[in-house]
RNA sequence: CGGAGAGUAGCGCAGUCCGGUAGCGUACUACGUUCGGGACGUAGGGGUCGCGGGUUCGAAUCCCGCCUCUCCGACCA
């Protein structure tokens, strides 16, 4: 892509309200726009690192067994008046009115959808077990949004639910799925711990969630640095002995064992081996996948700007021109169609910009591999190359310089 | 929902105390010079001063009500 075509740019003054480093960055550097406390558009650029995330998080949902699906947004109040928690959760789920007065709510989490749907299809222990998840945006009337797009009014999630005959089962899947987060945060460039926390309202059962540490998080977690394993600080009473590092932290992955109260609440039931009437068992997964991005940016950056990690990175290559001359200009372009022919990601700053600018929005904007052509450069036959994590710069010969590129 | 701060040009701000018809930086447009780490000159465009009411000859400024945003706390499937 080259930056001239982008509707969007970078501004110089960053947005004075924005206290966090993905606030001000994402904001700065045109990633995001906020429109409402807690609720934001996702930009060209912003988008394109969601989309990695969403990529790495289908890979690894599918690889133990997902299957995607997407639900609607818009939850009919029958559903959870089923459950109860149109009283218990009242105060954080929006309300809206359609013809006749008829209530629905903006769907929070799906428990309340997913039940119902999967007791169309399962009938058998034969029918067991199943996952399904969706990528969708959920809306939560939190009392406070804050910390840019890490506690949003609407934002984007993961959510899988898992359907099994017994507890082991659970207990099997439970597991699959912990590693499945650890290869989601990992692949994202990010080092999660996996911390015993409550159930909440929702379940008395186990619960862990994946913690990432950042002073813009809002847990407090205890942490064993080498399990990569610990608490968090509402069940921590219990663990005090243990030598575990306090921390502050950012819930980015939570998993929870459901256990039979939806299948209950809307007869899930189905029929085991001896032809008994037996309860589903029910499990849920949750990612945050627009506040991991936000979670990326607090934890990869500089006082100049984001340092993405190659796997989210918005564009592989941030190619940038100096001077506007034609014979730079064409060895860009012919620089550029290679590639991409090659199937490089490319961001080229094209515009008609001095240096200082396009440097500054190279740091601010983060791609990891930058590629500096001018016609000093070109006397040589060779570009500069430098990479967003390190200072050093060294010169390529512009034959060679696919080699050198990191993703 | 409690506490604190803030809403004036796209963004960052001054002006408000002490009422007199709105300004600076940046960004934007044009021309010229310059241009490898946010250049300079000249000329220009851009505003329901968050909203509503009140006081006054006159309100960004004073008074009343409301809305919104940010931070701290409470809350947090």
């Known amino acids: 892509m080259r930056y001239s075509h982008y509707f969007t740019h970078t501004f110089k003054n960053p947005p004075a309200e924005a206290d966090t480093a993905n606030a001000k960055y994402l904001i700065q550097g045109g990633f995001v726009s906020q429109l409402s406390a807690g609720i934001y558009t996702f930009l060209p650029l912003g988008l394109r690192v969601m989309h990695k995330v969403m990529k790495i998080i289908r890979e690894e949902m599918n690889a133990i067994g997902g299957q995607e699906i997407i639900m609607p947004a818009l939850h009919p109040s029958e559903n959870w008046n089923t459950t109860g928690r149109d009283v218990t959760c009242a105060d954080i789920l929006y309300r809206t009115e359609g013809h006749g007065g008829k209530v629905f709510y903006l769907g929070q989490t799906h428990e ?17 077990p199943l996952a399904a ?33 017994d507890e082991a089962d659970l207990d099997r899947f439970y597991q699959l799925v912990i590693e499945a987060y650890l290869k989601v945060f990992e692949r994202c460039g ?25 002073d813009a998080g809002e847990d407090i977690i205890y942490y064993d640095k080498k399990t990569k394993r610990g608490y968090n600080e509402e069940v921590s009473n219990e663990h005090s002995g243990e030598n575990l590092i306090k921390g502050k932290a950012v819930e980015a992955g939570n998993i929870f064992k459901l256990g039979t109260k939806f299948s209950e609440d809307f007869g899930l039931y189905y029929m085991d081996e001896h032809g008994n009437k037996k309860p589903v068992i029910m499990g849920c997964h949750g990612i945050g996948i627009s506040r991991l991005v936000g979670t990326i940016v607090e934890a990869n950056h500089d006082e100049k700007g984001i340092i993405w990690p190659a796997n989210v990175a918005p564009y592989h290559v941030h190619l940038l ?3 506007n001359s034609e014979d730079v200009m064409q060895a860009a372009d012919k620089l550029y169609q290679k590639l991409l022919h090659n199937n490089v990601e490319v961001l080229w700053d094209d ?9 500054n929005d190279a740091d601010l904007i983060g791609i990891p591999n930058r590629i500096v052509l001018s016609e000093r450069t070109l ?9 967003r994590s390190s200072d050093q710069v060294k010169m390529i010969d512009l034959d060679k310089i696919i080699e050198e590129l990191i993703f």
């Open 351 to 359: 515009r008609d910009e001095r240096a200082g600018a396009k440097f």
């Open 379 to 387: 006397n040589q036959n060779q570009v500069e190359f430098k990479l």
């Open 321 to 323: 021109t100096l001077g």
């Open 133 to 165: 998840y969706q990528i969708q945006n959920k809306f939560r009337n939190e009392p406070r949004a804050k910390s840019g797009i890490l506690r949003g009014r609407e934002f984007c999630m993961k959510d899988m639910y898992s359907f099994h005959a």
């Open 112 to 128: 309340e959808i997913v039940t119902p749907l999967v007791k169309q299809f399962v009938n058998s222990y034969k029918d067991l």
């Open 190 to 214: 990010l080092e999660a711990y996996v911390v015993k926390a409550s159930g909440g309202s929702f379940s008395d059962k186990e619960s862990d969630e994946f913690q990432v540490l950042t």
